[in-house]
């Protein structure tokens, strides 16, 4: 079956680093666009990075240049990262990764979600 398992999430100190990892398997995700999502209380979820089937990626510009997404296929597993970088208490957000068949932010699978936390 489908799963999208987030891991990586904390609390961290303004300035500080992160990453985030999800683990994807139970579909056919080599023909997926990946993605991060996240939301935070009381504000609509938003894209924040995608990567393409061909590796291209795309960024929300209020984390371009701080966060990365990069994946790293393994057998039956797709690996999803996100590095964040020099967080800011506004990237304070349950963040979710997902896969879109179509469309990056049009997800069909979404995870669980991991808590960040930036004080």
């Known amino acids: 079956h489908v799963q999208l398992v987030e891991s990586g999430g904390g609390s961290v100190q303004a300035g500080g680093s992160l990453r985030l990892s999800c683990a994807l398997s139970g579909f056919n995700y080599r023909a997926y666009c990946m993605s991060w999502f996240r939301q935070a209380p009381g504000k609509e979820r938003e894209g924040v990075a995608a990567i393409g089937r061909d590796g291209a990626t795309t960024y929300a510009d209020s984390v371009k240049g701080r966060f990365a997404i990069t994946k790293d296929n393994a057998e039956n597993t797709l690996y999803l990262y996100l590095q964040m970088n020099s967080l800011e208490p506004e990237d304070t957000a349950m963040y979710y990764c997902?896969?879109?068949?179509?469309?990056?932010?049009?997800?069909?699978?979404w995870g669980q979600g991991t808590q960040v936390t930036v004080s």
């Open positions: 997902a896969a879109g068949r179509r469309d990056c932010y049009t997800p069909n699978y």
